[in-house]
């Protein structure tokens, strides 16, 4: 088992930043890749970035690309997602999530159903 807990929401106006973190435990060893996905009210639930720990590499939704940057620990006890230049359509829970699984593609990083672990998410809230 693996638990996920993540911090570092609020409430921020357009422009601003803001760091979100994640804290692993548990068998994090059995981790491959970890991410980021938000839900907007409404909306289903989206991805955000990954970091496959395979050679540290990083998958971005278009919509963060340039904006925000997600980083982990060699030991994968955690990952954080720096994001700046928010907007309002960024407002949702945000969620972290990890997978013990390789894909070939970091296409597969991008649907929900390849996580097998979820932190309780966090609140991010960005005003015009």
């Known amino acids: 088992q693996v638990r996920l807990v993540e911090s570092g929401g609020g409430l921020v106006q357009t422009g601003e930043s803001l760091r979100l973190s994640c804290a692993a435990s548990g068998r994090t060893f059995t981790t491959a890749a970890m991410g980021w996905f938000r839900q907007a009210p409404g909306k289903e639930r989206e991805f955000v970035a990954t970091?496959?720990?395979?050679?540290?590499?990083?998958y971005y939704a278009d919509s963060v690309k340039g904006r925000f940057t997600i980083s982990g620990v060699n030991d994968k006890s955690a990952v954080s997602l720096q994001m700046n230049s928010l907007s309002p359509e960024d407002t949702a829970v945000y969620y972290c999530?990890?997978?013990?699984?390789?894909?070939?593609?970091?296409?597969?990083?991008?649907?929900?159903?390849?996580?097998?672990?979820w932190g309780q998410g966090t609140q991010v809230t960005v005003s015009s």
């Open positions: 970091i496959a720990w395979r050679g540290n590499a990083t």
């Open positions: 999530a990890a997978t013990t699984l390789y894909y070939p593609h970091g296409n597969y990083y991008q649907a929900p159903v390849k996580y097998g672990y």
